[in-house]
């Protein structure tokens, strides 16, 4: 009974009208006579890649990007530590990192610390709980590693396609397309780097903005494998390229900022944000997703698929218009000369008077960029 009703939920899964056009079928999509079509199957393999990636990363960042940090004098802040306190420990662990001004005072007469004293102390604590800003420059490292080859091999799988000058070809002949080793590689190196990003986001520097990094894992992950056994392919790896155009950019501009390089990053920033405004909000939006919202009605009605397809884009889209309106927002205040953190990030809390602030790294003056750069501080954690 249990097998059938699985069998059942399959065959209504994998139902040709929900994912092909009208009179087409998934027997349509075999390979034949020297011809290979992409297939479900073929996704298997990004889940035991993306633990190849995780294994990778963990060696890039011992071996690579640790040195480089040494190489470009990546300098941490002190911190001052909290000192043993198991009253306050207690709290801090089991009922919140940042207490209420009501326990604020009831800690005070079980610690025998006045309120002042109390507050300081989980400002600290938090504190130490932050990542180390060498953390931050290996996570950067990897990140703008990974998307500069990716968007290398993208434009090298891409550039010489028809496809890729007159968008109308993305549909010529579909979905009787077939695919060439090169998009298969493609395809499945990007969808397996996504999943390791998703298998790691908890332990990574976590950002304000970590739900909606989530989201976009998810939604990535989910329009790849799609238009991979849809054989969206054509437009697939349009679409992926478009996306790691920019997001080097922005990991080299981290990267630049841990370093102290204040100048380097804001160029690099300035650079990305044009880039990112370009491709997220004009072309991807005017060109891509009215490629693959139009273009296809021309040849066949519209199914299932066609509409799952363009909704996960659309989602895609509003998380751009969201982080486009971050990256604006901080671009103005940086061009006017306010100086603000990261939109995206979690500032670090500094001590309230001044010797303590002294003794913590000598004055702001001469504090190490570090976490305190105007525009890419990034103290809490993407990204693409």
Known sequence: MEDRMLQTLYDYFWWERLWLPVNLTWADLEDRDGRVYAKASDLYITLPLALVFLIIRYFFELYVATPLAAL????????????????????????GKQPKQVEVELLSRQSGLSARQVERWFRRRRNQDRPSLLKKFREASWRFTFYLIAFIAGMAVIVDKPWFYDMRKVWEGYPIQSTIPSQYWYYMIELSFYWSLLFSIASDVKRKDFKEQIIHHVATIILISFSWFANYVRAGTLIMALHDSSDYLLES???????????????????????????????????ILHCTLVYPLELYPA???????NFMMGVLQLLHIFWAYLILRMAHKFITGKLVEDERSDRE?????EGEEAAAGGGAKSRPLANGHPILSNNHRKND
């Open 303 to 309: 199914f299932f698929g066609y509409y799952f397809f």
């Open 349 to 353: 809390e500094t001590e309230s008077s």
């Open 253 to 287: 501009a981290k990267m630049f900022n841990y370093a102290g390089w204040k100048n380097t990053c804001n160029n690099i920033f300035i650079v990305f944000a044009i880039v990112f405004i370009i491709t997220r909000l004009v072309i991807l939006p005017f060109w």
């Open 72 to 95: 470009l004098n990546v300098k941490e802040k002190t911190r001052l530590r909290a000192s043993p306190n198991p009253t306050l420990e207690h709290f801090y662990l089991t009922s």
